[in-house]
């Protein structure tokens, strides 16, 4: 069945230190999002991306960064620069035509220790 | 820009209640619309999406959403709940790019 990975489900990072979410959509879509989650806040944009080797900031990219190289992934970095990293780290895909509302992974827990 | 706002944060519902959870959006032009669902820890679901036409939308799961232009409102509804339908609920506004913006969220519990 079609649908979006993301690895880990649970990801612990120590101060300082870069680390890089995982999300792969095998929907043959054409657009892929990274969202931030925190309690009481919704969904905040990272970053997203309409086509390959393209991709443009959203509304709290500070601190992060992202990659197309193929259609299929999406990875994202949390850099160092990122004061609070600790989140629910959310990936998303859709047709780049629509808008048809997106397609959701499960998840990525990152934990600042 | 747009905008969605759903005004509870958190509703408590009895097993077999109605239940009616509030959005209201801001957009200059006709919105698309969208409802997903969060179980915790997991990714989000949709439930339903409005984009033209009937303004009475059925999705999954029995629920079912009205768009009112006059009051910008996108209020999602299930007549009868059930346990299994514990989670959050997500409201969202699409633009023609068909980037989403989100509401904060409502949680919704349910007591037997």
């Known amino acids: 069945d079609g649908g979006i990975t993301q690895s880990p489900k649970y990801l612990f990072r120590k101060e300082g230190q870069n680390v890089t979410l995982s999300c792969e959509q095998n929907?043959?879509?054409?657009?892929m999002y990274w969202y931030r989650q925190d309690p009481g806040q919704g969904l905040r944009l990272i970053y997203y991306?309409?086509?390959?080797?393209?991709?443009q900031k959203g509304d709290i990219a500070e601190g992060y960064s992202v990659s197309r190289e193929k259609k299929e992934s999406f990875p994202l970095t949390v850099t160092s620069a990122q004061k609070n990293p600790t989140a629910f780290y959310l990936c998303?895909?859709?047709?780049?035509?629509?808008?048809?509302?997106?397609?959701f992974g499960s998840g990525t827990r990152l934990t600042v220790v | 820009a747009q905008s969605v706002t759903q005004p509870d944060i958190h509703i408590t519902v009895s097993e077999g209640a109605s239940l009616e959870l509030r959005c209201n959006y801001s957009?200059?032009?006709?919105?698309?619309l969208f409802w997903y669902v969060q179980s915790p820890g997991q990714g989000l679901q949709l439930l339903l999406k409005?984009?033209?036409?009937?303004?009475l939308v059925q999705g999954i799961k029995g629920f079912e959403a009205e768009f009112k232009r006059s009051q910008s409102s996108f209020n999602l509804r299930k007549p009868s709940v059930h346990w299994s339908d514990a989670a959050e609920y997500f409201c969202?506004?699409?633009?023609?790019?068909?980037?989403?913006?989100f509401g904060t969220g409502t949680r919704l519990t349910i007591i037997p």
């Open positions: 957009y200059g032009a006709t919105p698309y």
């Open positions: 409005y984009f033209s036409g009937d303004t």
């Open positions: 929907l043959n879509h054409d657009a």
């Open positions: 969202a506004v699409a633009t023609g790019e068909e980037k989403l913006t």
């Open positions: 991306s309409q086509i390959v080797n393209d991709f």
């Open positions: 998303a895909s859709s047709m780049r035509t629509g808008p048809y509302g997106y397609t």
